[in-house]
């Protein structure tokens, strides 16, 4: 099958056509572009082997499975803060003068479009974060959102964060158990350390990247519903796509609960898909991606020489002090009682706590800074830990590229234009139950690579992974361990 070139195609000024792969057609309305961001530097369309959702808007600002550069998925979540701020400043703050939040917006707009000046910008928000007249809670979703919920967060100065996560963790007894519908993934878990972060008035605006038909975050809303009412709840996201019989829903569901739910995004429109022509229907789509999945690109492998590389141990839990003592249990029915990061803000922190890892992070950039000696630098987030790495990378004053390997499963392909260019597939060293993916590697272009665990686990789970790094066509190694020796 001849692949067309999948990049999105405007049709007029809010219409924009994206054919993946000669399978499906995937047509975008935009109703609103608040900063006139360029969609083809925003997103493209992947497609996936999942009946109940075919496709994906894979972010290109995120840093989850295509890599950033100028730390653009820090900057995406100060754009949503400001953003926020703008929209819903009545509620947040008294001051009556918006001016400077259309200008800070438009300075990250142009560093981001232009790719420049990032980490000088992104120092210069977290520097200086806004103050609001009381505390809000921001609350992400695993495992794609939480380094932009945590990115939206450090924009404040007097604010909490926690994000949901897949981890299972023993005997908690607070925690809150809810549904992805559409997900590879399904179950999304909440550990508050402190239950009262979730029992205060404080508005909660809940964070995801892409908003497709609503189900997650109202199901969420249940369940916080249960623990305390609240009249409203804010959602933000980069991408709102909701259907009118997704809205229709929302607004059944507001009546239903007596509450309000208000969804605020860089861009919002609305999508449909439909298969090619010349396939017939869906089975014929769904037959070709299971039957080529195994035939696509792993790095060209088949011609490329696997490379030993030389690699490198370190643990950096001497920097991170501020730990959660709380044993996870993985698929595998084993337990790991290494401490994870509270600075993470899987079981919830403050923007005190924020400050403090700030400090941190500075000194452990110095040390890892240190150490590069190439040109071509890869940073590699694990799953959901991803915003520590990055904001590593972004107090380091070299290029850097960035991503993270994932849980979701992504059709590879060469076409011209199409977004996952390569896949590799390895079990999750710290949970070898799980199958995880990292994607766009391409064989020899970078010098150094750099691997981050939030914790320690047994080292035997590293093997699957190790084997795939050979296949990378890198050098240099390094694994890196924030917490446990």
């Known amino acids: 099958m001849l692949a067309v070139n999948p990049v999105l195609i405007m049709e007029n000024n809010n219409t924009y056509i994206s054919q993946v792969l000669d399978l499906f057609n995937v047509n975008i309305e935009l109703k609103n572009n608040k900063y006139k961001l360029p969609m083809e530097l925003i997103f493209s ?21 295509i890599p950033v550069t100028n730390v653009n998925s820090l900057l995406t979540g100060a754009l949503l803060a400001y953003t926020l701020l703008d929209e819903y400043h009545s509620t947040l703050i008294s001051s009556k003068d918006t001016t400077i939040y259309g200008t800070q917006a438009n300075k990250i707009v142009d560093s981001i479009i232009n790719c420049k000046n990032g980490k000088a910008l992104w120092k210069e928000l977290i520097e200086n974060p806004i103050s609001l007249d009381g505390n809000i809670l921001f609350l992400a979703f695993a495992e794609t959102a939480t380094a932009l919920g945590h990115s939206i967060f450090s924009c404040f100065d007097n604010a909490s964060f926690i994000h949901t996560t897949r981890e299972d963790i023993a005997n908690f007894d607070n925690k809150i158990v809810f549904e992805e519908e559409h997900s590879h993934a399904t179950s999304h878990r909440v550990y508050p350390v402190n239950p009262k972060i979730l029992k205060s008035d404080s508005p909660i605006v809940l964070v995801d990247d892409e908003i497709s038909t609503g189900r997650t975050v109202l199901n969420i809303i249940k369940e916080l519903d249960k623990i305390h009412k609240r009249k409203e709840y804010v959602v ?60 696509n690109p792993q790095c060209d492998v088949h011609i490329k020489k696997n490379i030993e590389p030389e690699i490198q141990y370190i643990d950096l839990g001497g920097y991170f002090k501020e730990l959660v003592y709380l044993p996870s249990v993985n698929g595998l029915g084993k337990t790991n009682n290494t401490p994870y990061l509270k600075q993470t803000g899987r079981f919830g922190i403050s923007s005190f706590d924020d400050k403090n890892l700030i400090s941190q992070i500075r000194e452990v950039s110095k040390f890892i800074g240190d150490k590069i000696t190439g040109d071509r630098i890869l940073f590699l987030g694990t799953e959901e830990f991803m915003f520590i790495p990055l904001l590593i990378s972004s107090f380091i004053d070299k290029k850097i590229y960035y991503h993270s ?18 896949k590799f597939t390895f079990n999750c060293p710290p949970n070898p139950a799980v199958t995880n993916f990292v994607y766009n590697i391409p064989y020899g272009f970078y010098d150094e690579l750099y691997v981050f665990f939030e914790r320690r686990f047994d080292e035997n789970g590293l093997n699957d992974f190790i084997n795939v790094i050979g296949q990378l066509g890198i050098n240099k190694v390094t694994i890196l361990f924030c917490s446990g020796k």
């Open 45 to 65: 369309v992947g497609a996936r082997i999942n009946k109940k959702r075919r496709f994906l808007f894979v972010s290109k600002v995120l840093g989850k499975h």
């Open 236 to 295: 933000l996201s980069i991408l709102d796509f909701r259907s009118n019989a997704d809205i229709e829903y929302l607004q059944e569901f507001e009546k239903e609960y007596s509450l309000r739910v208000r969804f605020i995004s860089l861009v919002s429109g609305q999508f449909n898909v439909t298969p090619a022509l010349s396939l017939g229907g869906w089975d014929a789509v769904d037959r070709y991606l299971e039957t080529n999945l195994d035939m």
């Open 405 to 422: 390997t994932t849980r979701s499963p992504i059709f590879p392909s060469q076409a011209s234009g199409y977004p996952v260019s390569n």
